[in-house]
Each structure stands twice: as C-alpha cells, then as structure tokens.
Nanobody, 116 residues
Framework: QVQLVESGGGLVQPGGSLRLSCTAS????????MTWCRQAPGKERELVAA????????NYADSVKGRFTISRDNAKNTVYLEMNSLKPEGTAAYYC?????????WGPGTQVTVSS
C-alpha cells in the first residue's frame, strides 16, 4: 500500500534552516507529482510547495517563495523541502502527500517549531 514517511523536523531559531524529507513506497514514485503542506495550531492545512513527477515544474505558496525549495530524487523515492530564513509563523506540522488513483495519501507529518 502507499506509504509516505516524513522526517527532518525539529526546533530551529528564527532565520535558521531545516531540510525535510519524505520517503515514499507502494507506488511508482517517479510517475506522480508530490506536494508539501503544513498545518499550524488552530489553522487550516495549507499548500506549501508542489513538484511535478520529473521535477521540471515547481510551485510555491507566496509566503515561502524565495525561502523554500522543493526537490525530488526519483532514484531514492524521496521528495525534499529545503527551508531557509525560517520565521516563527512557519511553526507547523509539515506533511507530504500525493494523489494516487484518485485518492490523496498523506504521511503522518513532521513537526517544525521556529522559536528562539
């Protein structure tokens, strides 16, 4: 079955950096677009970044443009989210997800806390 597992979250100071990873299994990873979303306490889940199956197309939320970079390694079945210049409002649980055969699958998430 489809499984997505995120890692790399943690506590970071404002202005710091983190690199999140999401390793996938159970489907042909190289054929599917991947997305990172986040959900802060008391807020709705929001799209952060998306990448096409080949990595040739990438999209970002306005709030992270210029600071976050999404990438993928299809040989490793892994998608990444490089986060720089982190702000306190970036504190959230971060989830990777994909739409596979009309069903959206999510990982359990990884917590990112931006605080001094």
């Amino acid at each position: 079955q489809v499984q997505l597992v995120e890692s790399g979250g943690g506590l970071v100071q404002p202005g710091g950096s983190l690199r999140l990873s999401c390793t996938a299994s159970g489907f042909t990873f190289r054929s599917y677009a991947m997305t990172w979303c986040r959900q802060a306490p008391g807020k709705e889940r929001e799209l952060v970044a998306a990448i096409s199956s080949t990595g040739g197309s990438r999209n970002y939320a306005d709030s992270v443009k210029g600071r976050f970079t999404i990438s993928r390694d299809n040989a490793k079945n892994t998608v990444y989210l490089e986060m720089n210049s982190l702000k306190p409002e970036g504190t959230a649980a971060y989830y990777c997800n994909t739409l596979y055969r009309s069903t959206r699958y999510w990982g359990p998430g990884t917590q990112v806390t931006v605080s001094s």
